[in-house]
C-alpha cells in the first residue's frame, strides 16, 4: 500500500535550518507531484511547496518564497524540503502528500490523494 514516511523534524533556533525528508513506496512515485503542506495548532493546514513529477516546476507559498526549496530524487523515491532562515512562524507539523498520476502540482490540499503522519518542526524566538 500506499506508504509516506517524513522525518528531519527537530527544534532550532530562528534563523536556522532543517531538511526534511519523505520517503515513499506503494506507488509509482515518478507519475506523481508531490507537496508539503503544514498545520499549527488553531490553524488550517497550508500548502508549503510543490514540485512535478520531472521535479522541474516547482510552486511556494508566498510566506516561504527564497527560504524553502522543494526537490525530489525519483531514483530514491524521496522528496526533500530545504527550510533555511527559519522564524517562529513556521513552527507546524509538516506533511509530505503525493497527488494522482500526471497531475500538475498545486498547494491545494484537495489534488492530495496520499499522505504522511508529519513530523515536527518548532522553532524558538
Known amino acids: 500500500q500506499v506508504q509516506l514516511v517524513e522525518s528531519g523534524g527537530g527544534s532550532v533556533q530562528a534563523g536556522g535550518s532543517l531538511r526534511l525528508s519523505c520517503a515513499a513506496s506503494?506507488?509509482?512515485?515518478?507519475?506523481?507531484?508531490m507537496a508539503w503542506f503544514r498545520q499549527a495548532p488553531g490553524k488550517e493546514r497550508e500548502g508549503v511547496a510543490t514540485i512535478d513529477s520531472g521535479g522541474v516546476n516547482a510552486d511556494y507559498a508566498d510566506s516561504v518564497k527564497g527560504r524553502f526549496t522543494i526537490s525530489r530524487d525519483n531514483g530514491k523515491k524521496t522528496l526533500y524540503l530545504q527550510m533555511n532562515s527559519l522564524t517562529p512562524e513556521d513552527t507546524a507539523t509538516y506533511y509530505c502528500a503525493a497527488g494522482v498520476d500526471w497531475a500538475l502540482q498545486s498547494l491545494s490540499a484537495h489534488a492530495y490523494k496520499d499522505w504522511g503522519q508529519g513530523t515536527q518542526v518548532t522553532v524558538s524566538s
Open positions: 506503494g506507488f509509482s512515485y515518478w507519475r506523481r507531484s
